[in-house]
């Protein structure tokens, strides 16, 4: 069973008083303006958190069952062979990348075509982990399982008259995933999946102040991630990676009409 940190079972079993998890984080940005109608911003950041909680996992034994009793748990014999778990400040985790954007503005004949292009990079590690705590597994998902690089380009248009819409491209890195809940813990079980680009489509037209219409996609190819790789999730139903940034729903058209009162 979980017990709480404070009761006897697990004082004796060897549990400490928690800590608050803490943590630290670091940016730093800039801005540039190469010229009139285009800005420029970066920005870097760290993010560190110490003494993150976990549960620890024991084994009670026979040694365990004479001081469980010595310190008056009743029955304690009968959880000789069992499985307790009690939180503890069990890992610490680091975050650190830079986003970049970029926006431009472009005077058409007819209206205005904004460009905008954003590029985020990102690297996660767990430099800490205590003994009986996340294993292996769990360890490699919080590292790999993020795509370390995301980026989107949109193509706004304008024509300060009745239409406008956008074009906007989504480009997601590749990432591998263990088979979580269901792995056998030691990062065995890796799988990887593809980088993808998804592509969102829409366009209004606008009657009047008060009335539009909208068509448009999000996903517009139907893009799918690659196969679900783990045989487990594979048996219970997953047909693509569950572990998806853009989920598993593929392309989805839609019309979207618009009252503005």
């Keep these: 069973g979980t017990y709480p940190v404070n009761s006897t079972v697990a004082t004796v079993l060897g549990s400490q008083p928690l800590v608050p998890e803490e943590s630290t984080s670091f940016t730093l940005g800039a801005v540039w303006t190469p010229a009139e109608n285009v800005n420029v911003t970066l920005d870097y950041y760290n993010i560190e958190i110490d003494d993150r909680l976990a549960l620890f996992t024991t084994t009670i034994t026979a040694q365990d069952v004479i001081d469980l009793t010595a310190a008056g748990v009743p029955n304690a014999g009968l959880l000789l062979d069992g499985i307790a778990n ?6 610490d985790s680091e975050v650190s990348g830079f986003d ?11 209206g205005v075509l904004t460009a905008d292009l954003r590029f985020n990079q990102i690297e996660q590690d767990v430099p800490r982990v205590a003994a009986g705590t996340i294993n292996a597994s769990r360890v490699f998902d919080l590292e790999n399982q993020v795509p ?114």
């Design 86 to 91: 009690y939180f503890v400040n069990g890992f």
């Design 100 to 110: 970049l954007a970029v926006t431009a503005d472009f005077d058409m004949r007819y």
């Design 148 to 261: 370390d690089s995301r980026t989107t380009l949109t193509l706004n248009y304008d024509s300060d008259r009745a239409l406008r819409g956008y074009l906007r491209l989504n480009s997601y890195g590749s990432w591998k995933s263990t088979g979580g809940l269901f792995s056998p813990g030691d990062a065995s079980d890796v799988s990887n999946y593809g980088s993808e680009l998804l592509v969102d489509l829409e366009a209004t037209y606008d009657f009047n102040e008060m009335f539009s219409v909208s068509v448009g996609a999000e996903n517009v190819f139907d893009v799918e991630p690659d196969l679900e790789g783990d045989g487990v999730l594979n048996f219970l139903g997953a047909r693509t990676a569950i572990t998806s940034p853009f989920g598993n729903n593929g392309g989805v058209w839609y019309v979207l009409l618009s009252a503005d009162f």
